[in-house]
């Protein structure tokens, strides 16, 4: 089975505050992504990233940068936390572009107080 | 971008009912993807199809991708409590690089 673990499972920071949330998939996957999801807002990507060291800005990428240093990690970062990004943070993994299939980690529920 | 209507936005049924619940696109897509999530959970697959006209079942899941290839239903049959969540429908950019989402159906089964 496909797994995808998220460092995380509940975050409580204060602003300003520097923020890692990891990302890791154990099955050699290419691409991975970031989303954030809010009540009424659905799932909103972030950022995804094709390739190790290659990152594309998703619908939301204000307020956030990514790293991926390796190919089964893809590490989200919030420069200086605010108080509008709490939220619950998804990271996902597909094989690849001829797969469709993507895998869900569990979810990081991040507060900013 | 492309947005995905998804429709009921929720559901309140008695357990045993069938359920069914759809997913339209003003733009085409070559793959449905139907995922369920659990309060505080990551969504988990629960059926992808690839082909316009497809039905595919899951035990008591069954998802159709539409002919037009704008438009896929989900039908869970026989509904049971742990069936509550929130169900949503995705398909992939033409390149893949991205995903898009439906708003969501949210289901609550009564025992």
């Known amino acids: 089975d496909v797994k995808v673990t998220q460092s995380s499972r509940y975050l409580v920071k204060r602003t300003g505050e520097k923020v890692f949330l990891e990302c890791v998939q154990d099955?050699?996957?290419?691409?991975m992504f970031w989303y954030r999801q809010d009540p009424g807002l659905g799932l909103r990507l972030i950022y995804f990233?094709?390739?190790?060291?290659?990152?594309e800005k998703g619908d939301i990428p204000e307020g956030y940068s990514v790293s991926r240093e390796k190919k089964e990690r893809f590490s989200l970062i919030l420069e200086s936390a605010s108080t509008n990004q709490t939220s619950m943070y998804l990271c996902?993994?597909?094989?690849?572009?001829?797969?469709?299939?993507?895998?869900f980690g569990p979810g990081t529920r991040l507060t900013v107080l | 971008g492309q947005q995905l209507n998804q429709s009921p936005q929720s559901m309140f049924i008695q357990e045993g009912e069938d359920v069914s619940m759809n997913c339209t696109s003003s733009s085409i897509f070559n793959t449905w993807l139907w995922y369920k999530q659990d309060p505080g959970e990551g969504p988990v697959l629960l059926i992808a199809?690839?082909?316009?006209?497809e039905l595919t079942s899951n035990g008591r899941l069954t998802a159709q991708f539409g002919i037009t290839r704008k438009d896929s239903f989900l039908n869970i049959s026989a509904s049971i409590p742990s069936d509550v969540g929130i169900y949503f429908c995705a398909g992939p950019s033409y390149n893949f690089n991205k995903f898009y989402f439906g708003s969501g159906t949210k289901l609550n089964v009564k025992p």
């Open positions: 099955m050699d996957h290419e691409n």
């Open positions: 199809l690839y082909k316009a006209g």
């Open positions: 990233s094709y390739d190790v060291k290659m990152k």
């Open positions: 996902a993994s597909i094989r690849g572009i001829e797969y469709n299939e993507q895998f």
